[in-house]
């Protein structure tokens, strides 16, 4: 991975982290042995919910808000192979955006700490009219502040 | 299959039968190179919608009516194997009940007619409560008399 | 539950046990907003693979045996609905068998302790030319005996 | 889609095209009733298939010439949303590689016509020792120059 998916822009905040520990189980894997590459959205989601659920920004939060979060964009760059039992980490990576959108780089890394896969997803905010939202909703917003002045680790 | 999952009773309406056809995709293949046992409950869903949407009893009919259907039971019998891009066809039959209830058996049949995999679920109706129904709603006791009087094929 | 799946015969060694823990993922849930039937397979193979793994004889020991002990049954009742983000158990019982079979019974419990799916599933042992096991190979009979003789929890 | 995920270079055979018809089934669906997200892969899987049969050049083809293609790239655009029982059509693109490597564009239409998701994945070709090939083999260059000299549609 030479360029960065989100690159930073200077007096950004820093992106917000969290790390999954999985084992990948036998119906994910395809005939080749290795895991079908149609699984791996699921394991970003599995750091997706912990991110939200870490800072208080996830499906349910959002549901309470009445603001749906649509994934507009995926992309997955595919390194290394993972096969049946082997444990993993995913790694989620919140970036900052200006705009009433949510950017999420993942990145996996086998049990020898390889980088096997990476990507991100791209969400936009939408209200309960499946209009796209311009500016994110208020209990987000407050979300922002935080992260901005450097509550949130 | 020895027993019947269904038997008939004397002066019940025969069995309601559709057959969809189906090819084996990629993603249901596991590493031994066969079907995945867990991707079953799928095909046999394939065929429960075929007959609901034949004959005015499906999903979309009941969710009008407020009512919802979940699954109770499920029972598979595996007797031979299915491979990537096996040609294959789903037999979907549904059963007599004098009960609120969906009683469906599954029969799948290889490229050579052979029975691969036969199984059965059974539905209960419940109002938007949650609340087991006694008897089924208007519009499925109107099915069911259409059913009885020989209407249906 | 009325009945036992496997009902234990007098002089039996006890069944052993495994209890895994789990959350629901977003992809298992369907657009009733409970866990899709066709789900729990995948849940019991979560249990089915800890017994495995905890008395040594997982997926990995049985191929390197020469051994593959395909699915030939599963039964499925399901009680309760889980939700989203539900906290769950999956208690894999396997029970004595006098058979070159495996008989497992699961059962799942809510974050409330409620049972809301019990099942099993019944696996035959087969050798590499695919024909039926009459008797268990000898690392599955040494493994019978070790549980025979009251060594295994 | 401002711009093309494979842009043609002048003097490059046209793309190869195949056009897939499915329903979305129940088991595609999410609590908010779309199809996930994560279950595109699969849709784009079906169309590759298809293409990869029309032309000769499956996975089939590829296994009996000792090659596998894993996938190294996928990229998802999600424009509109498709529901339980849609009927929507993918478009599989094979565009012209001078590498040893697979490039298909996806275009998924709903009953209307409409664009609802777009993407591409990106194969490479890798030998029985999981090394990267240079040049493709004998059998896929055959493919070449009839799609070179025009023979295929």
């Known amino acids: 991975m030479k360029r960065p ?3 930073t822009q200077p007096g950004q905040p820093q992106p917000l982290r969290v790390t999954v520990s999985r084992v ?4 994910e894997v395809d005939p080749l042995g290795i895991v ?8 970003f989601e599995d750091a997706r919910v912990t991110l ?10 959002l549901y309470r808000a009445e603001v749906i979060t649509p994934i507009k964009k995926m992309h997955i760059d595919y390194h290394r192979p993972l ?10 990576i919140l970036h900052w955006s200006e705009a009433a959108r949510i950017n999420i780089e993942f990145i996996l890394r086998n049990g020898a700490g390889e980088v096997t ?3 991100y997803t791209v969400q936009m905010m939408m209200d309960k009219e499946n209009d796209f939202l311009l500016v994110a909703p ?10 901005k002045s450097g509550q949130l680790v």
Do not use: K, L
């Open 5 to 7: 998916y989100f690159p």
């Open 24 to 27: 990948v189980r036998f119906e």
């Open 36 to 43: 079908w590459h149609g699984r791996y959205p699921g394991y």
């Open 52 to 61: 939200g659920n870490r800072f208080g920004i996830g499906y349910m939060d």
């Open 83 to 92: 096969c049946f039992e082997d444990p993993f980490t995913i790694e989620g």
């Open 117 to 119: 896969t990476s990507g």
């Open 138 to 147: 208020p209990f987000y917003r407050e979300f922002c502040d935080r992260w």
